[in-house]
Each structure stands twice: as structure tokens, then as C-alpha cells.
């Protein structure tokens, strides 16, 4: 086509229905019109304290109640204990209703079927005998040999572990150390888990409408616990509400709502309220990272030393495995470090269990480094842009293999950074801090440098896609992906219509029924343009070659004269005014033929893709009070080829939110008896819009030669390399003070306290040697990218 829509901002297709409430989420089943015939409604009874054996349960008076249909517990109901999406310690399998103990406050222990979610009521009327033991909340805590155990027969609360071998800080003529906390946070999804189980349809055994990143993996794991084959469980994810890595595999609650359903012969439905999304939904982050460079005194980097504890939550969530793998496999980021130890834990906590949450292990490596790039350059007195430089890998390096084994693609690492540089105007900022520092000022300025690489679509891989012409000259595509507000009905549309003609108000969008799209791996580690996207375009093309020559015949021509015009039809080439045919005209020409105007594919793509950008943030602190005013963050992210800017630009955005939220405010906490002290949003204290400001966003452009769109991913960039930038920013505003580090969130007490010991000649020491628990572990033997998918 002489033109192309691909690389301009074109408004999302998807917004009208959203906006205008026509989209339907899992919880509009529940009283709209499609509801299945006797829907009823299931509510769990939640342990109340976080770990106890369960001496009893009595349901008698519940299951008595008006409108309560049955009352199930584990010993009800044939349950199998299984784990989240990827297995951790596969010898600790979690039960979907508590069996013999619960394990951290929220643990389902029973669940009640009422015709109305009224049913929410009588769960207060089972009664659970507990018989309290000792909690642990803390991850370096509960390595301690006399910590409580979760599983006495295992001797420990270690899940899993691994280490590296040799010292990477021999020779190095500075080593800078530092512990470093990247908390646990809750997700926070507009909509929380929700499911409808219906056991009754006659085309599927199991109907199951649920709130999911990833479909046909669910499909896959939740047939094979119900003892089923995949083809007789269709799953239909409609609109979902965000998911963050949250809403991916199957949960304990899930399998225990489908467990009733069959065992009652009618469809329930499960809406998680907000308390339980924030004690139950799987929780992210979560690492304390001990982290140790060596350096020449010019500033070259020559070592590196990382031990990581990582949090597991309860039954060794799948989460806990990130420290050992995505972490791992990000540990060096941008720099030229060819020497690495890097020894991970993970740790059992009377907590809920954890998963994944927007980027999942990347932001702690990048959080981790960058902050001890920060406290190198104080120590050698360099500026921290300067010694970032000193050290980047170089452009001509690439393909690059790090010591992990990750394949960088394609890189050049010093191009968003000069970006970032010159949009803020740097040196003017370090200028106005100077002045505001002579002047005294209580206010002090801090300006925060984060360089960042991270991998997407881990492993490689390939997806499903789909393009159908129909005899109306409309089309519809498909994919493998799972849109949950990226935006995929927009820029599929755009591939297909920039190679069709087809307007993009005549293309529908269908995904996430595994009735409809045969097979998926859903949407995960920022992979759905570049693998989704590229089936899509692949298919396009194909069909459009399909289709040149059926027109060739048409205008009695060659296929290879003929092309496809800005008003989607066909002419032939050089003939201006010349005879033309329309996409109906070829479909009736595939119909007499025989043919189909119809591709479904799949694409595969060899290895992973590696974003990186650079971020600048401008904070005000006042070291009277400690709050932290954020004025200005400046994110330059490189995602390879653009397709559409808004998306970007809109990924950005909310990556960013999250990644200044981490940053500056939120933080799941416990008390010492496992009691969680943020379970709803009047403690948790994610920002509004009131609290945030205008971002500066921007992008460079390094197509990958993975794919043929060249294109990497951009959902999770943003918040990899915002945290950093804030932390180094609070940081260096009070640096000249002698504050040399500020754990995260960086809180108006945590940063007042940290400006007092300082001012009292005492500053917070940034280091304390680790636990002894990375001395007896096994040798790490193999890497880690092909797990870098969620």
C-alpha cells in the first residue's frame, strides 16, 4: 500500500465499550441476562489467624441457614493440592481448603453455596477450631533454625536455593556493599478474581468464564485437576480488569469452586470482595538482595556479589522462584560485568502466597544494581551519569551473552540515557541543587539516574494467530494473546488493516475463548505485540497473497502486477483509472474456487527480546518532615519498533505509576502474629491521581531482529525503570547530609528517620553480613530465560 498506518497514534478501538459499560467482566454474569439458569453463589470461610492446626469443623448451623445450599470442606470435597503457575518445591503442593493447619490469614478453609452472595453471611456461622503455633512474616527471619516451620517434616522454611561459585571481588581495588529491601506489594487490580463455573452446558462438560491473563493455560491446568481432557473445559476470559502477573494459573479458590459446582451439578459463581483480593490474590516483589561491586578507582567495573532472600509466602507461591531465575537472570543489566557470584533463597513465610506482579524479578535486579551503582559512585566520588557511562555494554557488542546466560538481542544503552539527559536538562538541575544546598535550604533537590534493560517474551516462543476475510469485505482477527487494557484489538486491527485495506471499523477482534481461538499461551512478560502481533501480521500477508492472486485473475492480470490501494482495493499497478475488483469480489471468487480467505498460523521467534531506556527523576524532600514531593520524572524506553505511540505512550504511564508507587508508598506489612496490617485500601495506600504529576514520556527506536516487526515489548518497562530513578533521586537529596541509603518505600518516617541519624553523626549503615543459610547450598546449573514468561 502507498501508505501505512503502522507507527501513528491511532485511539483504541476497545475504549467505547468500556467507557460506556457495553463490556462484560466475569462479575456482569452474575445478574445480567446471559446468567446461567440457577446461578448460585459461593463464599469462603478465611482463616483468621496465620498459622494454627485445625482441630475441627463444625458446619451444622450454616449449613442449616436460609438459602444455603451446602457447606463443603477439604474432607467434602476430592481436592487436589497443586501449585500456582510454575513450581517452586514441587514436595509442597498447596490444598485448595485447608487440611490439617492453615498457613497465613486468608487461607480458605471452607466455602459456603447460597442461592444469593448473601452466602457471604453464613460463613460466619461455621465454626473453626484453631489451635494457634508461632508465625514468621519476616523472610530472614524465618531462615533462622528456630524459626516456626511450616511444614515440620521438611526441618526448615528454605523452598528452594542455589549459589554460584569462586569470588568475583578478588583483585577489585573498591567494593562497595549494600542490603537492600524490594518489598512485598499487593497487585491491586480494578477487578479481583472472579469465576463462574457452569457444569450443566451440553457442548463442554466444564464452562468456565474467569478473570485471566492466560486462558488456554488455564484450560490446561484446570483439566488436569478435574480429571478431564483439555478439549472438554472451555475457558472464556471476557473484559478483565487488569492483572499485573497476578491473574496467572489457577488458584486455590478456583479449583475449590469448580470442585462444587460439579459436585452440586449447577453453576456457581466466586466474586473476590476487595478484603479478600488483598490477603489472597497472590502478592508481589518481596527480596531483601545483599549486593556487593568491586571497582578500580577510575570507576571500571570487575565484580559482582549478590546473595537474594526471597519471599515464598505460604505453600512456596511461585513467586519465590523469581529471585532464583528472572533475578538471576537480569543480575548484571547494562553493564560490562563478566564476573558474577549470585546465590538466591527462597523463604517460607506465614503470608499469602506469592506470584507475579508487573515484571516479575526484572525490577528487583534493576532496583538492586541501580541503587549499588548510586553508592559506588559516592564512594569513588564520581558522578553517578559518569560512572553509569564508564561501564555500559557497547553498541557494537551485540548479540551479547551475559554471565546468566541471557542473549541480549540488540542494545545501545548510552541512547536513551543522553535522551533522558537533555530533556531534563541535567547540568541546570545539578545547579539548582548546588544553590539550594549553599542557601541552606531545608528543601533539598535530588535528581535520580536509573539504566535499565529487561527481557520480554522469555524464552522465545511462538503464538497463534488468525486473519478471516468474510463476504462482506469485513474481517476478523484472532490471537493467542489475552488483552486485559493493552490494547490488542487496536494494533492487531492496525497490522491487518495496514496490509488489507480493510478499515479498522470493519475488523472485529475475538480472543480468549478456547472455543473459538484453538490455542494460546495468553499474555505474559510483555510477549503479545511481538509474538501475537507477528502471527498476525504474518497471517495478514499471507492472506493478502492468498487474495492478490485471486484478484489477478479477476483483472486478468499478473498476481505479482496487482496490489491492493489506500481504499482497499484491487488494481493493477501503473494503471491509474484502470478496472478494479473489491474484497467481496474475491471472496466470490474464493468461494467458486474452492478457497478460503481465512489464515491461522503460528509464529515462532528465537529467544527473548531485551527493552532497556533510561529514567530521570526530580524529587523535593523536606528534611524537616521527610516527605518526598516527586516534581518531575523524565522516562526515555526503548521498545524496539513502534507500531502505535499511544499504546506506548499509555504503558508507560501506567508503568510508571506503579513502579513511583513502590517507590514512595506501598508496602504489604504484618504484625508479629502474621496479622496483615493493609488488608484494604484505607491502609494500603496505593496513589490516586491526586498524588501522581505529569510524566515526560519518550521513546528511541532499536528494531529487534527477532521478529519481522522488530518490535519488543513495553508493558513492564516503565515500571523497572522508575523506582530506581525515585530512590536514587530521595537519596541524593540528602546525600550531602550524610545519608547514604533509604530502603523502599521511601516514607516521609522512613526518610526523616534516616535525615535524624545522620544529623546526630550516626547515619544508618547501608550493609549487615547476611544470613548463613547461602553456605551449604547446591551449585546453580543451568539459566534461567526460558522462565522469564510472566
Known amino acids: 500500500m502507498p501508505g501505512s498506518i503502522l507507527g501513528t497514534s491511532v485511539r483504541r478501538v476497545e ?82 481448603l485447608a487440611t490439617d493447619r492453615v498457613r497465613f490469614v486468608g487461607e480458605a478453609v471452607a466455602l459456603v453455596v447460597a442461592e444469593s452472595r ?29 524459626a516456626p516451620l511450616q511444614f515440620p517434616d521438611q526441618g526448615n522454611n528454605l523452598a528452594a536455593g542455589e549459589r554460584g561459585t569462586g569470588d568475583p571481588l578478588d583483585g577489585a581495588e573498591v567494593v562497595v556493599r549494600a542490603r537492600m529491601v524490594n518489598q512485598r506489594v499487593a497487585a491491586v487490580p480494578m477487578e479481583g478474581n472472579a469465576i463462574v463455573v457452569d457444569p450443566t452446558t451440553t457442548d463442554f462438560p466444564l464452562t468456565v468464564h474467569v478473570s485471566t491473563q492466560m486462558p488456554h493455560g488455564f484450560r490446561t491446568q484446570l483439566a488436569g485437576l478435574a480429571g478431564l481432557e483439555p478439549e472438554q473445559v472451555r475457558v472464556i476470559a471476557p473484559h478483565v480488569g487488569g492483572g499485573f502477573g497476578a491473574k496467572a494459573g489457577v488458584l486455590a479458590e478456583h479449583t475449590a469452586t469448580v470442585a462444587a ?40 567495573m570487575t565484580g559482582l556479589r549478590v546473595r537474594v532472600v526471597g519471599d515464598a509466602g505460604a505453600y512456596a507461591g511461585f513467586g519465590g522462584a523469581l529471585p532464583l531465575r528472572t533475578t538471576y537472570l537480569m543480575a548484571t543489566g547494562v553493564y560490562d560485568i563478566t564476573n558474577l557470584r549470585y546465590d538466591a533463597v527462597s523463604a517460607l513465610t506465614n503470608a499469602t502466597p506469592m506470584g507475579a506482579f508487573r515484571g516479575a524479578g526484572r525490577p528487583e535486579a534493576a532496583a538492586h544494581l541501580e541503587r549499588l551503582v548510586d553508592v559506588a559512585a559516592a564512594e569513588l566520588g564520581m558522578d553517578p551519569v559518569e560512572l553509569r557511562r564508564r ?94 487494557g493493552q490494547g490488542h484489538a487496536t494494533s492487531f486491527a492496525m497490522l491487518v488493516s495496514d496490509r488489507l485495506g480493510i478499515p479498522m471499523d470493519r475488523i472485529r477482534y475475538v480472543q480468549s475463548d478456547t472455543a ?39 483483472l486478468e492480470a499478473a498476481a505479482e502486477d496487482v496490489e491492493i490501494s489506500d481504499e482497499g482495493t484491487f488494481g493493477v499497478a501503473g494503471v491509474p483509472g484502470g478496472p478494479t475488483v473489491t474484497w467481496p469480489d474475491v471472496h466470490r471468487q474464493a468461494t467458486a474456487t474452492g478457497e478460503e480467505l481465512h489464515v491461522g498460523l503460528d509464529s515462532a521467534q528465537d529467544g527473548a527480546t531485551f527493552p532497556f531506556g533510561a529514567h530521570l527523576s526530580v524529587v523535593e524532600v523536606d528534611t524537616e518532615t521527610g516527605r518526598v514531593t516527586p516534581l518531575r520524572h523524565v522516562a526515555v524506553d526503548d521498545c524496539g519498533r513502534i507500531l502505535n505511540p499511544l499504546l506506548v505512550e499509555g504503558q508507560q504511564h501506567g508503568g510508571l505509576a506503579q513502579g513511583v508507587a513502590q517507590a514512595l508508598h506501598e508496602e504489604v506489612l504484618f504484625d508479629d502474629e502474621g496479622q496483615p496490617l493493609t488488608s484494604s485500601l484505607a491502609a494500603y495506600t496505593i496513589p490516586t491521581a491526586a498524588d501522581l504529576f505529569s510524566f515526560e514520556t519518550s521513546t528511541t527506536e532499536t528494531p529487534t531482529p527477532l521478529n519481522s516487526l522488530g518490535a519488543k515489548g513495553i508493558g513492564e518497562s516503565a ?30 518516617e522512613r526518610v526523616w528517620r534516616a535525615v535524624a541519624a545522620a544529623r546526630a553523626g550516626a547515619p544508618q549503615d547501608a550493609w549487615r553480613e547476611p544470613p548463613a543459610v547461602f553456605d551449604d547450598l547446591p551449585v546453580r546449573g543451568g539459566g534461567a530465560e526460558d522462565d522469564a514468561a510472566i
Not at 408 to 429: N, Q, S, W
Not at 721 to 746: E, I, W, Y
Open 15 to 96: 475504549d467505547a465499550d468500556l467507557i460506556t459499560g457495553a463490556s462484560t467482566f466475569v462479575g456482569n454474569l452474575v445478574h445480567g441476562a446471559d446468567a446461567p439458569a440457577g446461578l448460585a453463589h459461593v463464599a469462603f470461610v478465611r482463616s483468621p489467624v496465620a498459622h494454627a492446626l485445625l482441630t475441627g469443623i463444625d458446619t451444622t448451623e450454616a449449613a442449616a441457614a436460609p438459602g444455603v445450599l451446602a457447606v463443603y470442606t477439604a474432607a467434602d470435597l476430592d481436592l487436589p493440592a497443586h501449585h500456582g503457575l510454575m513450581v517452586l518445591n514441587p514436595a509442597l503442593p498447596r490444598p485448595p
Open 118 to 146: 448473601a452466602a457471604v453471611d453464613a460463613t460466619e456461622l461455621v465454626e473453626v477450631d484453631y489451635d494457634p503455633l508461632p508465625a514468621v512474616t519476616d523472610i530472614e527471619a524465618a531462615l533462622a533454625d528456630d
Open 261 to 300: 459446582a460439579r459436585a452440586l451439578g449447577r453453576p456457581l459463581a466466586w466474586i473476590e470482595t476487595r478484603s479478600e483480593n488483598l490477603v489472597s490474590m497472590p502478592h508481589g516483589r518481596g527480596q531483601v538482595g545483599y549486593y556487593e561491586l568491586g571497582l578500580t578507582r577510575d570507576g571500571r
Open 391 to 484: 561501564n555500559l555494554l557497547a553498541p557494537d557488542v551485540f548479540p551479547y551473552t551475559t554471565p546468566t546466560g541471557a542473549r541480549y538481542d540488540v542494545g545501545d544503552y548510552d541512547l536513551p540515557l543522553r535522551e533522558a539527559l537533555r530533556v531534563a536538562g541535567y547540568d541546570e538541575l545539578r545547579a539548582e541543587q548546588a544553590r539550594r544546598r549553599a542557601a541552606g535550604d531545608p528543601v533539598r533537590l535530588g535528581i535520580g539516574i536509573a539504566v535499565y534493560v529487561e527481557v520480554t517474551a522469555g524464552g522465545g516462543g511462538g503464538e497463534y494467530g488468525s486473519v478471516t476475510v468474510h463476504d462482506d469485505g469485513t474481517a476478523t482477527v484472532s490471537a493467542g494473546t489475552s488483552a486485559h
Open 516 to 554: 473459538v481461538v484453538p490455542r494460546g499461551a495468553g499474555t505474559g512478560g510483555s510477549r503479545s505485540l511481538q509474538l501475537g502481533g507477528t502471527a498476525v501480521s504474518e497471517a495478514a500477508h499471507e492472506l493478502y497473497e492468498r487474495a492478490r492472486k485471486l484478484a489477478a485473475h479477476l
Open 719 to 748: 515500571t523497572i525503570g522508575s523506582t530506581p530513578a525515585v530512590q536514587n533521586a530521595v537519596v541524593d537529596a540528602l546525600s550531602d547530609l550524610g545519608v547514604r541509603h533509604v530502603d523502599l518505600p521511601c516514607t516521609p
